[in-house]
């Protein structure tokens, strides 16, 4: 737009500068902004002191807003990334609800989303990445049943009393005990592997029977 009087084109500029004024730089990535903050300063100085200001002078002015405004460039959506973040540190404020491995390893997968947020501005692509990375992490947290250490206790208080048991009894009882042992330290368990071998153990120690008595 080239305007030869210098109030039109003083008017002109006022103009651009008001519309691009009421941008909210956070909507725009930090790289592609600065540019629009630069023009905007340079268009503010000649509408701030219009007197000293020549036709060239608001020209370049409003020169550099307009491709300022061609420059500009959505930044990425973070604020997914944060509202994620804190989801799923709700979810785990309580974490002795939980497999301790299951915890840690999403508590890795939050530690390396703040550091992306603390990095610098990260790419779209990073952000999608991150946070289906939280929500598999969140989604693999493993509840400890209810009864999980009750059931636990009673087959290890058998288990140190064995001779007062039927052996064969016992012996798919130690199993069984192992057998939640080895899928409780597996740091891949699912929570149907764990409800599973929960649920088996409590059922096997319902099975230890004691000898017959002899009259």
Known sequence: IAVDPLPGTLAVLNTFYQKFASLVPS??????????????????????????????????????????????????????????????????????QYVRATVNRLDQVLAQANALLAGGEPSQEQITAMVESIVNATSSLVYIPDNLESTRQAAETILANKEQYIPSTVAALDESLNQLQAVYANPNLSQAELDQATAALAAQTGEVRRPASKE
């Open 27 to 96: 909507t725009y990535s930090a790289a592609s902004w600065q540019p629009m903050a630069d023009a905007l300063a340079q268009a503010n100085g000649l509408l701030q002191n219009p007197q000293n200001a020549t036709v060239d002078a608001a020209q370049a002015a409003l020169n550099a807003l307009l491709a300022a405004e061609n420059g500009l460039q959505f930044a990425p959506a973070t604020s997914l990334l944060r509202e994620t973040i804190a989801l799923a540190q709700a979810q785990i404020a309580q974490p002795s």
